[in-house]
């Protein structure tokens, strides 16, 4: 068990201390990865605790989704909030798996967390807080994958994860975690190749640095440039969205359904006739060919 402030400390800044006091006492469920296995099915274990949401405390979870034949992973870290599957799915998602690492730790949301949001609806905006975080966090992630060189996308994705999980030193950021090559080019749109080669062209010019514990990060983020401009960003064409103007209203015309049927039998003729003329063509040109064979193999060279 653990209490609801210790879960998110900032909660205590949107109560008062009468409310804090009750808060305090206020305990979510907890439930913590095994350290000798491969990691746990997350929506197996809401459903197993009949839980809707969880609350990642400590450690790491890895939500793998597949689009067809292409695999994509986004890290989730401590603060951050996962809910449990609705059952529908997106129509272009082939799976979609959310696995705990061993020794992570979730606090499960469930009807305890239902009853402090009806009595302090401040918590419900906490939690909103955290989705937005999360939601900013997906569209960086994003817009590092479409970054030209393979190199800057690993390069900003390091400090991306740094952000949750890298901690300041003397000699850089150190980001504590051993990711493979081909995890990183599954984080951002690449191959392992591609990201091999990435990673040596980073530690050949000092930009990372590798060592057992993880990886120290010397240069920092690349920055806009300036050939960058609103002109390269493209932007959706407001008139698809526009209203239509209103068109005046008048008497029904009656004889409209059966001129546009008339029209539609007239396009089918004339696709019917243009098809027919490609084929008649086709015949003539195979038909033509094969006179040229038979020509050719008849009339031979004299002395053969």
Do not use: N, Y
């Amino acid at each position: 068990m653990v209490c609801l402030l210790d879960v998110d400390p900032d909660l205590e800044e949107l109560l008062s201390v009468e409310e804090r006091m009750i808060a305090g006492r206020l305990k979510l469920r907890t439930h913590k990865v095994r350290a000798d296995g491969e990691g746990a099915d997350i929506a197996a274990v809401l459903q197993e605790a009949e839980a809707f949401g969880a609350i990642v405390l400590d450690g790491m979870l890895v939500h793998r989704m597949t689009v067809a034949d292409q695999a994509g992973l986004r890290l989730l870290g401590a603060g951050d909030i996962v809910m449990r599957a609705s059952g529908a799915s997106l129509m272009v998602v082939v799976a979609s798996e959310l696995t705990g690492m061993p020794e992570s730790t979730v606090a499960l949301l469930d009807d305890a967390l239902l009853f402090a949001i009806r009595r302090w609806p401040a918590v419900a905006v906490r939690l909103l807080e955290r989705f937005s975080e999360q939601t900013q966090t997906l569209a960086a992630q994003f817009v590092i994958a479409q970054l030209p060189r393979v190199d800057q996308r690993v390069l900003a994705l390091m400090w991306l994860l740094a952000e949750r999980w890298g901690r300041v030193t003397m000699l850089g950021t150190h980001l504590p975690l051993s990711l493979t090559h081909v995890t990183i080019g599954a984080l951002i749109g690449a191959r392992r190749s591609t990201v091999t080669l990435a990673l040596r062209e980073l530690v050949d010019r000092g930009a990372l640095l590798k060592h057992e514990q993880g990886w120290l990060l010397v240069e920092p983020p690349a920055k806009a440039t300036a050939s960058t401009s609103d002109a390269d960003v493209p932007a959706l064409r407001s008139c698809a969205f526009a209203p239509q103007p209103p068109q005046e209203s008048g008497p029904p015309d009656e004889a409209r359904p059966a001129r546009e049927l008339t029209r539609f039998k007239d396009r089918q003729l004339v696709r019917a006739a243009a098809v027919e003329q490609r084929r008649r063509a086709a015949v003539l040109v195979d038909r033509a060919s094969r006179l040229r064979g038979v020509a050719g193999a008849t009339v031979r060279p004299a002395g053969t």
